[in-house]
């Protein structure tokens, strides 16, 4: 069992920077690959950046591509989303997931766990 807290979210405009925090605990966390998601209203969650639990491989979906980098540290039970260039198009609720599969997948239904999500808005 896993629990996940997100924090970081906010308000920022377009070519802003937010940097998301997951804190995992209950398990450890090293013995899963991690993922962001992300769900803007009226429309599915969507996947957003994945990383593997030891290894350190990187996964970006297309849209988020040069622009976000996620990281972990596995000694402060946490993964991290730094996101740059800020488009009002990245408005969305930014979930972090937990899963056990050894190469991160980017489907929801391949992740166990899931945070309560952190709200970031890209206005001016």
């Known amino acids: 069992q896993v629990h996940l807290v997100e924090s970081g979210g906010g308000s920022v405009q377009p070519g802003g920077s937010l940097r998301l925090s997951c804190a995992a605990s209950g398990s450890t966390f090293s013995r899963y690959s991690m993922g962001w998601f992300r769900q803007a209203p009226g429309l599915e969650r969507e996947f957003v950046a994945a990383i593997s639990r030891l290894d350190r491989n990187t996964y970006y979906a297309d849209s988020v591509k040069g622009r976000f980098t996620i990281s972990r540290d596995n000694a402060k039970n946490t993964v991290y989303l730094s996101m740059n260039s800020l488009k009002p198009e990245d408005t969305a609720v930014y979930y972090c997931?937990?899963?056990?599969?050894?190469?991160?997948?980017?489907?929801?239904?391949?992740?166990?766990?899931w945070g309560q999500g952190t709200q970031v808005t890209v206005s001016s």
């Open positions: 997931a937990a899963g056990s599969r050894l190469i991160p997948s980017n489907t929801v239904g391949a992740y166990d766990y």
